[in-house]
């Protein structure tokens, strides 16, 4: 379950509309929407949902015209006629300042049936018979009408919206609706016939306005701009009194307040002042209490001068924009999800492009998020100022270098953004000197999980633990990522190690096809198959005989090795688990210290000198071969583990002459493979090494024999 439906699951309906907007990304509200949904709970759906469509965020991965037609359509449907007309209000508004007005017909059409489900018939057939004018041929008024005529008992007006509808499918049914419209007429026949018809309820003239809009064929009436009269008319006032005009308008304040909002958004009408005129006309429509427009009310309150270039936005402002001061309130509040807080320095470094005369005001608040002592405090400050060093950049506020360099010297800059060197790319500023590149391993951004923050570690090996894996794709957590680094790995901000989590970029540069540090392609054939590289191996863990992560086994033993200090066994099974995850100096410095409680175990001496051999001193591996070798020499009747040994110990003394690896690595053509799985599964808890690969002779006096003579040779 994600942590922000946690947040949300013991907050009330009124709780959650207590929260403020923007505390959370509209594209996490979605879980916490979604999960109410799926309870049924449809009221904190709704606040849920209103939560996120007050935030001030604009995000091209939520489609919020559906959000909005959803929260229309349920307030609605649960006969909360005031709050679906708020709500369809503030989705005309929407639409047409950010959409263009897409589908606008469909959101007339929603305020048509709120009218007539709430009672108002006059309104509710006077916007009808606009939104017929307005596009006579849209099929799906008349389907839409007539669901909702049928639904409010209007069959006979049903029949005739319909037929009008049958009549276009003649020429045009790409939505196939011949067959529903036939099934409609008849259904609405039945009922006709069986409950009694409301259509006398409608007053005479909305009722004969209405039919007559049936009849239209083509648009008129200043249609090419998408207007009728008396809303035309506010394009060219000349013709008529305003205040005549404006008199009539709010007469019918209910009728053309979708269309006046569509007017006050329309950037094709700025210069006649018509959109200035539509904001007058419903600021006192809401000032008077004519119309429900409560969700535009703070657009309204500001939308004075040239407020479409002042206050608006696309990256901030579901409705209407906000002032300079507004969006750096914004900005500077650490409460704001962080991209939204993003999104405010994207509308000011515009404003600032756009005004000349604000850029200075721009670039000192900008100064002041660089260093003020909130810019250091959490992994989401470090986001967040790394997308503000990034609009630095596209402004061109070269003045800002100093404290953008100091930024990154204090490590308080997400470098995954933006790095120090686009600066002396673009500007020619600074003197970064590249890192220099090892070409046997890989960086990978790793995200902490104690403080958030993520770095790049340089890795080598990485194994993946399947088990783990399995474990949270069922949804449970762990306290280890699947993923296992080849040495430890700590934070460089709060000193936590190995609590990392891969991050979508590190699993992916993981498996980028770079030859042995992304992913070895080998050819079959015709065909390139792409196998796994080198570096990253995958096994099911065992630690201590269970399926165990292997950096919690390594906390295991290191709690009995607390517990029994000397107990040279439990250092062995420590080194065992360190070699396997490729961690060589941990694993020799615990072998180091096996030997040191127990200097006469053949195991601890010849585990320590392939060690030593592969990772450590070749002088000290090649003494231990040789010690090997004497303390066989010592037993009367050697064990069976003791021949093994020492035929591990002259073939490492053998590997080393050849400069080759220990024979730790002898059983297999490509033991990094494979091996991990097979030695954690069966010796990670042995004190055993790697078998020897030479057939075992009969005594350790024959092999010793053996190999001087074939030395002399």
Known sequence: MHRIVKEFIPLSVEEIRATP????????????????SEQKDDKRTLAARELLLRSPEVSDMVDYSELFWEQVNESRHSKEFQRALQWAYASIAYNEQHEAGENREGRYRDLVEIYLESGDLETGFQIAAR???????????????GFALLHNRFSQLAIEVVTRGLQLTEHTDFDMLEDQFHDMIQRSQKKLDEEVDRTDEIAPDSLAAFRAALKVSTPNDKIELGYLTPISTLIEPGQQDQQTLHNEIIQQAKVYAGELIQLAFDERVKETGAPTRAVTLLRHFHQERLVELDKLASWLAQ????????????????????????????ARDTGTYFYIRSGAIEALTERAERFPGERDNVVGFMRELLTRPEASQTAEEETFIGLLISEILDLGAKELFPEIEAAYAEDRVDTQIVGLDSFVEEWGMGSVHPKKYQEDGIELPLKCKECGRERNHFVQHVILDRNTEDKQKEGEETKYDPYVMDREIICPKCGSVDRYEMTPTASVRLMLPFDDSGVRRRKSGTKSIFQPSSRLQSMRSLVMGQPMHPLEGIDRYREEIAKQPTNAENHMKLGNLFRILHRHSDSLASYRRAYELDDQDSDVIITLAMAEHDFGNRERAKEL???IKTLARKQTVPTEQMIENVGAAIDGLDALEENESSPWGFEEEEPSRSRPQRLLNKRADLKSKPKSKRKKPATIQKKLKKKKRKRKK
């Open 131 to 145: 939104v017929l004018q307005m596009d006579p041929s849209d099929i799906w008024t008349y389907n839409v009408f």
């Open 625 to 627: 071969y040789e010690d």
């Open 303 to 330: 939308a004075d001068g040239d407020w479409q270039s002042h206050l608006l936005s696309g990256e901030v402002g579901k409705i209407g924009g906000y002032t300079t001061d507004e969006l750096k309130s914004i």
């Open 21 to 36: 907007p923007g505390k959370w990304g509209d594209f996490e509200m979605l879980d916490v929407i979604h999960h109410f």
